[in-house]
């Protein structure tokens, strides 16, 4: 079965750059996409691509099947959960990993 | 623009009942999605709609319908509710639903069924 994995838990201190890994196993799929879900709201998309991109705090580095999302002078507010996703060329479906949760000490 | 919403944001069912959950965009997009969040698990599709008129199914589609309604709305059904269908469901939408499209999402319906 195709999968997306991430690690389930980071934790940071503020001001700190934090690092969330994802790879997969998804055949034909080239493009990964970073949402950010803050519990109660809508999942919002981050960044995405197949290389290497960044959209203000946020890094997006790219490899094959792997994905890493920098956020750099993390601050409080960005605690929340970062989903990696890759969608296959062959049926256009994103395939999610399970979240990382992202808590950042004062 | 409101882009995605959902209605209601929270029902709590008895097992066997039935319900709809509600979702249209604003955004004039062709493609529309539901997904379920369960923790440890992600976000996993249950049904999707390419365009008006038509619906796939997903990772995860038993146990539930859907309909496109028309190209704003696309609603999803319970026709029996189960423990195990308790979740948070949210649904989405894409312009084309291509592999370098970015998908909305909506706030979600948290789902409690006894």
């Known amino acids: 079965k195709d999968q997306v994995f991430q690690p389930s838990t980071v934790a940071s201190s503020e001001g700190a750059v934090v690092e969330i890994f994802c790879n997969h196993s998804?055949?034909?799929?080239?493009?990964f996409f970073w949402y950010l879900h803050f519990p109660g709201c809508a999942p919002r998309l981050l960044v995405k691509?197949?290389?290497?991109?960044q959209q203000g705090r946020y890094n997006m580095t790219y490899e094959r099947f792997s994905s890493s999302l920098l956020i750099l002078q993390v601050r409080e507010a960005d605690a929340a959960v970062y989903y990696c996703a890759v969608v296959c060329s062959n049926d256009y479906k994103l395939s999610f990993g399970a979240g990382t949760t992202v808590t950042v000490r004062a | 623009n409101a882009g995605v919403t959902q209605t209601p944001k929270f029902q709590v069912l008895k097992t066997g009942q039935s319900m709809t959950l509600q979702c249209a965009q604003d955004?004039?997009?062709?493609?529309m999605y539901w997904y379920r969040q369960d923790p440890g698990m992600g976000l996993r599709l249950i049904y999707y709609s390419a365009s008006e008129g038509t619906t796939d199914k997903g990772e995860v589609p038993n146990g539930y319908n859907v309909s496109r309604l028309n190209k704003r709305e696309f609603s999803l059904r319970l026709e029996s509710a189960a423990p195990s269908q308790t979740s948070v469901y949210f649904c989405a939408s894409s312009e084309f639903g291509g592999t370098q499209e970015t998908q909305y999402f909506g706030p979600g319906t948290r789902l409690l069924v006894l």
């Open positions: 955004m004039n997009h062709n493609s």
């Open positions: 691509g197949s290389k290497p991109s």
């Open positions: 998804v055949s034909n799929a080239y493009n």
